[in-house]
């Protein structure tokens, strides 16, 4: 069976659309973060990869849930994350979460209503963002704020790519009855411009999202470690930029993909709110303990 480091689509931590592992990381926690990217973008590669037969992807991704558990020797890929999680004893769920994900691209193809598309952000999303609050020693009570903001991330992404998951591979995230509601059907997915029907789909979805974003709010200013409360409010203005774009335009015939300028823009615009978020946090509590 080929190896999976031959079936990887060349895309690298720097070509996703949101800050992976970057400068306002701590340097410690990086390699970790690194080595969990790696593993997650070989297996995403797999379940997406144009040429490879169902039961050959799901054959890759039991090779690599099996190097990630000890099972035999594995992929190259699986024994660094493994060794990483052995180093900082840190469990192995999350990356199992998306493996089951992954699995479910091979096999699920079409999404009833929100709560599967939820039930899906479940695996593909929430455990990136579970993990590396793990890595940082942050409490499981900041994952309910990093759940709403991890799945308000990947339907964004759902959206922006509706038209290229369906073309190239046949998949479909906007929940049917979303399209049923608005009057579009899923082949109005594979057109070049979206019909008025699907257009109000795809903004009604996006209004859904705007609310797990709400959900997520005061997410950055509860995280303990500093560097990376900062990271998250610049991940959560990112994502409050794109969602801007995708209720305003049509994402089958217009741009809803941040350019690099519009991207640092945002950044230093979440940075700033991180740090103004925190301030007010750290001036709150002082005023607490002053009138104890």
């Not at 999680?85 to 990356?95: C, D, M, S, T, V």
Request: net charge neutral.
């Amino acid at each position: 069976m080929t190896g999976a480091a031959e079936l990887r689509s060349g895309k690298g931590h720097r070509d996703e659309n949101f800050p992976v592992a970057s400068l306002l990381i701590r340097a410690e926690h990086r390699t970790p973060i690194l080595a969990f990217y790696e593993f997650v973008r070989t297996a995403d590669d797999i379940a997406d990869h144009p040429t490879l037969a169902p039961d050959e992807k799901l054959a890759h991704l039991a090779a690599l849930e099996a190097g990630l558990l000890g099972d035999g020797k594995g992929e190259e890929v699986a024994q660094r994350l493994r060794a990483v999680l052995r180093e900082r004893q840190l469990p192995a769920r999350h990356a199992q979460d998306l493996l089951t994900a992954f699995r479910m691209d091979v096999t699920k193809r079409r999404y009833a209503n929100w709560d599967e598309l939820i039930e899906y952000c479940r695996y593909s999303a929430m455990p990136v963002g579970r993990f590396v609050l793990d890595v940082h020693g942050e409490p499981e009570s900041t994952w309910p704020a990093n759940d709403a903001l991890c799945a308000a991330l990947q339907i964004n992404n759902h959206i922006q790519d509706c038209h290229a998951d369906y073309t190239a591979l046949d998949r479909v995230y906007v929940p049917l009855d979303c399209l049923a509601e608005a009057g579009a059907t899923v082949d109005d997915l594979g057109a070049q411009r979206s019909s008025p029907s699907l257009l109000r789909c795809l903004h009604a979805l996006a209004h859904r999202t705007e609310a797990l974003l709400q959900q997520s709010s005061g997410f950055a200013a509860m995280i303990g470690d500093f560097r990376l409360s900062l990271e998250v409010a610049v991940i959560t203005a990112l994502a409050r930029q794109i969602l801007g774009m995708i209720k305003t335009r049509d994402p089958l015939s217009e741009n809803v993909h941040l350019t690099r300028f519009s991207a640092m823009r945002g950044a230093l615009v979440g940075i700033a709110a991180g740090s103004l978020a925190r301030f007010a946090r750290g001036a709150l509590a002082l005023r607490r303990t002053r009138n104890a």
